[in-house]
């Protein structure tokens, strides 16, 4: 009974929702005018979104971020590899892989994070287990990833 009741709403409000979706006009502030993006915590006034600012201080922004970004690349120009140090969160023998929680490596213009990468199969990997910090060098590979080339217990040389 409930399922006949279920399917007989789902059938009859279904389409009457997907055309009122599509039926209505979009929403829109008018230009210059504040649009709250949050709840508000005090007296901060109010938080204007990105698409309101002046388009040059948009540009601008944009510009920065680009030279920051050409920076990064031209002062790793020439080389495809990079350092970096974490921590050994996992360890795949069989699969030639290492799961590491890695600071950011500034060479490339990695912020922190955690990944996995494939590691070259000359590398014994017998040594790195998980919780171990390590240093490690990762090398771009024609495709685009990144595999890493060595790897050591950080303070070891």
Known sequence: MFA??????VM??????LVACMNSPPTSAEPGTAVPLGVDLGASGPV???????????????????????????????????HGT????????????????????PEIGWPAMTMEFPVAPAIDLTAIKPGT???FTIEQQPGGMYEIRAITPAGAR
């Open 48 to 82: 204007i979104a990105q698409s309101e600012l002046p388009a040059r201080a948009i540009h601008a922004d944009v510009e920065a971020a680009s030279a920051q970004h050409s920076a990064m690349q031209m002062a790793h120009a020439g080389h495809n590899d990079a």
């Open 133 to 135: 910090r390590v240093n």
């Open 4 to 9: 006949r009741l279920y399917r007989l709403l």
């Open 12 to 17: 009859g409000l279904l389409p009457v929702a």
């Open 86 to 105: 974490g921590t050994v969160n996992s360890v795949d023998p069989a699969q030639h892989k290492v799961n590491l929680s890695h600071n950011p490596i």
